[in-house]
């Protein structure tokens, strides 16, 4: 495989598209700095598939597009092509492969391999193990040969491992890795179920041999009841013949009493109709009776209340009297309070005003101590300056001293020759110079202006980077809450679905609770969806419960029947239901047994419910007792002889009569009881843990757009940094221009001032100077040590005085306390004076409303004296009228008593014909209720045979048992005490726990298929790991001979070796480099120099190459730290390996070039765009 061409249009300062054309050999690609050459390696870098932007010398995407000049536009899009003549290393049937990478200023990427749309992924899969690849040894620049060395030994181990050959096993062992992840994650998932079915599968077997015993036993019930019922409807059919004569013997009597009673009504009735005649006018008389008798308690009543008005009147007036009094003895005392008031909060204002005044005062002399302290600092900083001033003169002044002892030294030849010329010279010098200066002071402005711009960027950069920490600080946090919210929420769509889809319930109640019909929200749920039950009695509850479980609490039995109608019509199977209308109220049976040692109480007692369902939760564990463990749960069943049903925390099982059940159960992770509780806590989490991820998708968004704003800050300074540097080129090359002519000037210039100065004047002059810099250093060196002094006095003064204004600042703060304790005094007093003076006010009020009250009572009491006199005359002339009445109704009274004692002997002789009559109805009555009752009771048995037994009467004669009564009863009591023995049977047991077999045993199969796909994987990567660690370790013991080969023929002797950190885990393992100079000891690579540092990494470099040749190598400028003897090294090193790998060296190193088959120019003919200029070298030779 060889590199044949490479093409880029719109990459970095390829503003224009280049194309370079690549030869077996060497080819050299050179160009002054900033000219671009080192693109063309991060062009072939990025097409290789290069992710990271750092790597391509950039802080993001947009920065590898051409960003525009001062005479160009932007581009919009950079694309690069690399063509490769394919020999076969490549996996593709092509002779020539051509890859291509786009980027658009949108962000949007594009891969094509000959000209094919691909991913990203494509490339690399394609350049995997050929030495080539974006994070390969095939292009190295300074920046990856530090990485190589700095890079801690694990991560240089991955050097090694693409020459190693060993990348696309890696690949197939992540992958065999994430599958035996995938599986075991399913392995665990399906053996949770089998979990689940296997603590199912040990009660529901006991469930179905219970219901076969119920089925046997309800057959043989059945048969009994079936005869029991026939003979019962005979028997009333015999009763029924026998009866009927006794009804009509009844009846002829009923007819004789009713005749006879008819005649007494008609008699009884003419002597009621002249009672009724006299109760009307003994009704009217007493109507007249009790109008006068209301009419005379109505004056009774009104001469009391104006009697006893009168006297609360006469009452009112005395408190009234007495109530003046009291108001003007207290109106009095108040005005003397009021007056000591006034005096005491006169003397507490005086005494705040006192106070007030003072700490006025004392403030100011505050304010006075802050001035002062300030004063003094700022002369102390005044004269810390002038010190520091002095100081620099001082130094100043000796630096002058030592040049000009050296200006001694070096001293001049006197000459006198010539001066015309020297003077004609000397004004063209200096007309020179002024212009040079003037150009070098440009160029100082601009210089300065380009380190502000770089202490700019370097700031915006640093803000820049604490911002992308933070930022990555969050992208963890949120990868992190993410996971978690991914796998919380793929579990509770688990928990969910399996809660949604009643997932472990038998086929039956699915069928139920699934059912789209009328009934349905009538049907409340299961048993174990409607119960909360802590974790530490989960094992028991789900023991005691077992199929019960799967109990549906209904509304009422006429809902549970048309459920059952609809198992019946879709053939689903048999429910257990629970209607709350019907069910017995079940207590505790003994509730003394709480009390023994073990005992934690009766099971429905650890059971939260709505309180609508306890009913049910009663009726299904209010007679299980629940112990602690298995030895306790034995001796109360022996102490209670055997008659409770007990379960223990364990989930052991002792069952009335002295039957037990135990044993392991199988952990899982969600049981019917449990489920819903783990649902509510994920819930919660998930709840949390999305308000943390929207916070920080908050900070995120706001980082990024802190990051935005950096990039386009930087940007904005990187192009004025590069207007600056254009003209700070422009500058330097004019500046160079004239002191090349300064330089030439000079040169004569110096040769004729030797001849013209006077080495003696200039002698003398320098002696003079020397005497006056010693006196003056003298003068400066006294001056310094006053300013000292004068520093250090003041500075203890500002000690002493902020001493004082710390004393003088507490005693401040002291009298300002006991000032606002003092304006407290003066408001509170202030008050009580205010409050008096309302109270006096109030006094003053009240005591005139009782006058005006006093007046008005006056008048009241004569006008009630009046009333009295009137009201006793009219009393009298009722009287009268109401005795007159009564002897009317006296008469009346005696008239009406002789007819009720005549109905009454009518009365009594009804009574006994009524006696008689109702006597003989109530045997009619009698003989209708047991006719009744007899015809009810033959309905029943014949709906009982033909609902319960599906029998008609006839047919059933043709089931009967050929048995007594006596004995058939006997049967059919212990057939149902057996039946009663069993409790509540689930039905559809047989069916469930067949069902759940199935499902067992095809879990179980798919679990043993998952564990034999687990250890064939695990293989598998075993496999990968020995073939892996068996090319790794082959390849590393050649490239470390190969590498100590190399470094001791560029070294010219020393010694080179490299080493794992752990043998025994290889792939796992780092690698050190330890290398030893010649003529030194083993050295730390980072204390190398430059060029041994580059020369190791050039040793590494071909070792890799000795043992794996790469088809072609890009080295940007690797040569640059090294000295003219190693760079022909180097260069022989490139000849001889450029018979097997293609080489494209970036340098601007002379041997490196002169070692090269072709050699391409960069330049930058226009602002910001660089030029590409090709020659073959073997061309120019010839």
């Known amino acids: 495989m060889q590199l044949k061409r490479l093409e880029a249009y719109g990459f970095k300062s390829f503003a224009d598209k280049i194309e370079i054309e690549f030869d077996h050999g060497v080819t050299a690609i050179v160009g002054p700095n900033g000219s671009g050459k080192s693109n063309i390696t991060d062009a072939i870098r990025w097409v290789l598939g290069e992710q990271n932007v750092r790597n391509l010398r950039g802080t993001k995407s947009e920065d590898i597009i051409f960003t525009g000049s001062s005479s160009r536009k932007p581009l919009g899009i950079a694309e690069v092509t690399l063509t490769l003549l394919n020999d076969g290393d490549l996996s593709l049937p092509f002779d020539e492969i051509t890859v291509t990478r786009r980027l658009f200023r949108s962000g949007e990427s594009e891969f094509f391999i000959n000209k094919g749309k691909c991913r990203l992924k494509d490339i690399y899969a394609l350049f995997a193990d050929t030495g080539l690849g974006h994070d390969g040894i095939s292009v190295i620049s300074q920046n990856k040969m530090d990485d190589i060395l700095n890079s801690r030994p694990e991560e240089r181990r991955l050097f090694f491992e693409e020459t190693a050959g060993i990348t696309k096993f890696r690949d197939r062992k992540n992958e065999s890795v994430k ?15 089998i979990g689940e079915i296997e603590v199912q599968l040990e009660p529901l077997a006991a469930e179905a041999e219970r219901t076969e015993k119920y089925n046997n036993w309800n057959s043989e019930y059945t048969k009994g009841r079936i005869t029991e019922i026939y003979r019962k409807i005979q028997k009333i059919h015999e009763i029924e013949q026998t009866q009927t004569e006794v009804k009509e013997e009844k009846e002829k009597a009923k007819i004789s009493l009713e005749t006879e009673l008819r005649k007494v009504e008609v008699a009884k009735e003419e002597l009621e109709n002249n009672v009724l005649s006299l109760d009307t006018q003994i009704q009217n008389k007493n109507q007249e009776k009790n109008q006068t008798a209301i009419r005379l308690e109505n004056i009774k009543s009104s001469i009391l209340l104006a009697e006893q008005k009168a006297q609360q009147e006469n009452q009112e007036y005395t408190n009234l009297q007495d109530s003046i009094k009291n108001l003007e003895r207290e109106l009095t005392e108040e005005k003397e309070a009021q007056e000591k008031l006034s005096a005491i909060e006169k003397d507490i204002s005086e005494k705040f005003e006192k106070i007030k005044v003072q700490f006025d005062a004392e403030q100011k002399k505050s304010a006075d101590f802050a001035e002062r302290i300030r004063s003094a600092k700022s002369e102390i900083q005044v004269k810390q300056s002038e010190k520091e ?47 040079c ?52 929420s793929a579990k509770l769509n ?28 009538q049907i409340y749920g299961a048993v174990a969806e409607l119960i909360h039950v802590d974790a530490k009695y989960l094992s028991a509850v789900e023991a005691a419960l077992g199929a019960a479980q799967q109990n549906l609490i209904v509304k009422d039995a006429e809902t549970a029947k048309k459920a059952i109608d609809f198992l019946k019509r879709t053939k689903a199977g048999r429910v257990t239901f629970l209607p709350l209308s019907d069910l017995a109220v079940r207590s505790h049976p003994d509730d003394s047994v709480k009390n023994m040692h073990g005992v934690i109480g009766y099971l429905d007692e650890v059971i939260t419910t709505d309180e609508s369902y306890k009913k049910a939760v009663s009726f299904l564990l209010a007679k299980t007792l629940l112990v602690d463990n298995f030895d306790h749960a034995i001796k109360v069943a022996r102490n209670r002889g055997f008659k409770f049903r007990i379960v223990t925390l364990d989930g052991e099982i002792l069952n009335p009569g002295g039957s037990l059940s135990g044993g392991s159960i199988p952990q899982k992770e969600s049981g019917f009881l449990n489920r819903s509780n783990e649902l509510i806590k994920l819930r919660e989490d998930l709840k949390a843990r999305n308000r943390a991820l929207a916070e920080n998708e908050d900070n995120k968004k706001r980082l990024l757009a802190e990051l935005k704003n950096f990039d386009e800050e930087i940007q ?8 600056k540097r254009i003209n700070e080129a422009e500058l330097k090359v004019a500046v160079r221009q004239i002191k090349e002519n300064i330089e030439h000037e000079e040169k004569t210039f110096n040769e004729l001032r030797i001849l013209v100065s006077s080495y003696d004047d200039d002698f003398s002059n320098v002696q003079k100077k020397r005497i006056e810099l010693k006196h003056e250093i003298d003068a400066i060196k006294e001056t310094l040590k006053n300013y000292e002094a004068a520093v250090q006095n003041k500075t203890e003064e500002l000690d002493d005085l902020e001493q004082d204004a710390s004393d003088f600042s507490k005693w401040l703060h002291q009298l300002e306390l006991q000032k606002v304790g003092t ?150 009591k212990k057939l149902k005490a057996d039946i009663l023995a069993l409790g509540t049977v689930n039905l559809q047991a047989i069916d469930d726990y067949k069902k759940q077999k199935e499902r067992y045993d095809f879990l179980k199969l798919q679990a043993d298929d998952l564990s034999d796909a687990k250890e064939n994987l695990m293989k598998i990567i075993a496999e990968i790991d020995a073939t892996m660690t068996k090319q790794f370790k082959a390849a590393f013991l050649q490239i470390q001979q190969h590498f100590n080969d190399i470094f001791v023929a560029l070294f010219g002797g020393g010694h080179a070796e490299l080493s794992l950190t752990n043998e025994k885990e290889i792939l796992q393992s780092g690698v050190e480099i330890n290398v030893q100079l010649p003529q030194k000891k083993q050295q730390n690579l980072s204390v190398l120099s430059g060029g041994e540092r580059a020369l190791t990494v050039i040793a590494l470099l071909f070792a890799f190459l000795k043992v794996r040749p790469a088809p072609f190598s890009v080295l940007d400028e690797i040569d640059a730290p090294l000295d003219e003897a190693n760079i022909m090294r180097f260069g022989k090193f490139l000849r001889d390996f450029s018979e097997q790998t293609q080489f494209v060296v970036v340098t601007h190193r002379k041997g490196t070039m002169e070692s090269a088959d072709m050699m391409y120019g960069v330049t930058l003919e226009d602002a910001g765009v660089s030029k590409i200029l090709s020659v073959k070298l073997d061309d120019i030779a010839g």
């Open 437 to 488: 200066k003037e150009q070098e002071e440009r160029l100082e402005n601009v210089r300065k202006s380009l380190v502000q711009l770089k202490a700019d960027k370097d700031g915006s950069l640093n803000k820049q980077r604490k911002a992308a920490e933070n930022l990555k600080t969050v992208q963890q946090q949120l990868r992190i809450d993410e996971q978690y919210v991914a796998q919380g």
């Open 179 to 193: 599958k035996l992840d995938d599986t075991e994650k399913n392995l665990t998932r399906v053996n949770d179920i």
């Open 494 to 521: 688990v928990l969910e679905h399996m809660q949604q889809a009643y997932e472990g319930f038998g086929r039956s109640v699915k069928a139920v609770l699934l059912a789209r019909e009328s009934w349905r929200p």
């Open 389 to 435: 001033n002095i100081k620099q003169q001082l130094a100043e002044k000796q630096n002058d001293a030592v040049i000009l002892e050296k200006d001694i030294e070096s001293g001049a030849a006197a000459h006198e020759s010539n001066v015309k010329e020297f003077e004609c010279l000397e004004s063209v010098l200096r007309d020179e110079k002024v212009k």
């Open 716 to 723: 904005n300074i990187k192009d004025r940094l590069e207007s």
């Open 823 to 972: 304006e407290h005094e003066v408001l509170r007093s202030h008050e009580h004076v205010l409050l008096s003076q309302k109270k006096i006010s109030g006094i003053i009020s009240a005591k005139d409303e009782a006058g005006k009250k006093l007046s008005s009572l006056q008048e009241e009491l004569t006008q009630g004296k009046n009333d009295v006199s009137q009201l006793i005359e009219e009393k009298e002339g009722i009287q009268r009228e109401y005795s007159e009445l009564d002897a009317v109704l006296n008469t009346y009274f005696e008239q009406k008593m002789n007819l009720l004692t005549k109905g009454k002997e009518q009365e009594e002789a009804l009574q006994e014909i009524r006696k008689k009559m109702q006597k003989v109805q109530d045997e009619l009555h009698s003989w209708e209720i047991e006719h009744s009752k007899r015809q009810f009771n033959l309905e029943q048995y014949e709906i009982t045979l033909r609902d319960e037994y599906h029998f008609s009467v006839a047919e059933a004669a043709e089931q009967l048992l050929d048995i007594d009564d006596e004995s058939l009863g006997k049967m059919l």
